[in-house]
């Protein structure tokens, strides 16, 4: 019976062992793994830095960015605001031109009769005016003709 003692001190005794190698591997992967782990952090933590001076430069160059933006834009507004004046004035203009032609247009409808009158007389005037240089021409003829044949006759 001691011998079934001590083979069973010897089986626990080689259990332990080879559960203290097995933890001390098990640590040293560990150990390596935690090793990696913290050299990948500290990468991250370097490109953190990076990333963090490019977002702040980012940063600025957007806010002042956006502060060109806004006095173009204030300015731009004001050449709207321009522009809106003088499309009012056009309309304005437009409007008024339109009242000068319907007056005009009224004016004419009215005197017609006048106008029409007034279209009759000047062509009676101008066939008097012409048949008058019509005659005179006719009596500078006959001056020229009596002219003509009293250099003939004293010839």
Do not use: P
Request: proline residues 0%; charged residues 20%.
């Amino acid at each position: 019976m001691e011998v079934v003692l001590y083979i069973a001190a010897l089986v626990a005794a080689i259990g332990f062992l080879v559960l203290c190698v097995s933890i001390g591997a098990t640590l040293f992967s560990v150990k390596s793994t935690l090793n990696n782990i913290a050299s990948t952090v500290a990468g991250i933590e370097g490109q953190m830095e990076g990333i963090t001076r490019e977002t702040t430069t980012l940063l600025t160059k957007t806010n002042a960015l956006a502060d060109d933006i806004s006095d173009k834009s204030e300015k731009l507004n004001s050449v709207v605001h321009a522009v809106k004046g003088i499309g009012d004035s056009v309309n304005g203009l437009n409007n008024s031109v339109q009242r000068i032609t319907s007056t005009v247009s009224k004016e004419v409808g009215r005197n017609e009769e006048k106008i029409a009158q007034v279209v009759q007389w000047s062509n009676v005037a101008m066939g008097i005016a012409d048949k008058w240089k019509q005659r005179k021409v006719i009596e500078q003829e006959k001056v020229q003709v009596v002219d003509d044949f009293s250099q003939l006759n004293q010839k």
